[in-house]
């Protein structure tokens, strides 16, 4: 059941607790951090940068709460589960706001907690692909293209060209940029070129994932 690219945060100042999610966890994730507090947390997410947290609420120097708030003035995209003894409505209230996964209440179900770390590893594997089409995905970790599972084979142009307009999404991207962006200065801007380049990268890909803009240059719509 692991997940060789994925890596959990563990939060929590019991060490009985700490230990007995780690030893849970470790069924679902190849690495798994410990921490004993909210400061030793933010540290260890800095170092590490885990894909999930676990923070329990309670904690010595700084409590989850804070962690969270730390935590989220930089970045929205770390998936975050807190656990707490209590069930205040305060406490959801407060961190409602803050983008979370889910919020376990002690004593933790393996149950609820099974359920809520595979929602949230399937939340992850869909941010990693792009679907272009039913056949057709972008893996953004690695950024390769996909059909049916199977690396397409692209130059490293067309693979320029892929990525450029993927950065501008659904917004024109002129001949210009596109030029740039891919052949950076060592040739003549040519429109021709880019052209050219465009006709054989749709050859690969699904029909209609390029659009031209007229007379300014192309985009993808997704």
């Given amino acids: 059941m692991e997940n060789n690219n994925l890596s ?38 800095i170092n ?10 309670n904690m010595p120097l700084k409590n989850g709460i804070e962690l969270v708030q730390k935590i989220r003035a930089k970045d929205n995209d770390t998936e975050i589960i807190v656990i707490s003894a209590y069930t205040k409505t305060d406490y959801l209230l407060e961190l409602i706001k803050y983008n979370l ?17 595979l929602k949230v ?12 089409s039913e056949n057709f995905k972008w893996d ?7 059909h049916n599972d199977v690396k397409v ?26 030029h740039y962006s891919v052949y950076d200065y060592e040739n003549e ?16 890909i699904p029909q209609d994932l390029i659009k031209s803009c007229y007379k300014e240059g192309y985009k993808i719509e997704v």
Wanted: proline content about 2%; glycine content about 2%.
């Fill in 8 to 45: 959990i945060l563990i939060v929590e100042d019991d060490p009985t607790l700490s230990s007995q999610l780690q030893e849970y966890l470790e069924m679902f994730f190849s690495q798994v951090y410990l921490a004993t507090n909210g400061v030793d947390g933010y540290n260890k997410y």
């Fill in 48 to 57: 590490f940068k885990p894909n999930i947290i676990i923070s329990d609420i």
């Fill in 101 to 117: 996964v889910g919020y376990l209440v002690k004593p933790i179900k393996s149950e609820d907690l099974e359920n809520l770390v």
């Fill in 121 to 132: 590893i399937e939340k992850l594997k869909q941010k990693k692909y792009l679907y272009f």
């Fill in 140 to 146: 953004t970790e690695h950024h390769i293209l996909l």
């Fill in 153 to 178: 084979n692209l130059t490293n142009y067309e693979l320029l060209l892929i990525e450029t307009l993927l950065k501008h999404k659904n917004q024109c991207v002129s001949f210009v940029n596109i």
């Fill in 189 to 204: 801007f040519s429109q021709n070129a880019i052209q050219s380049l465009v006709k054989r990268v749709r050859k690969k």
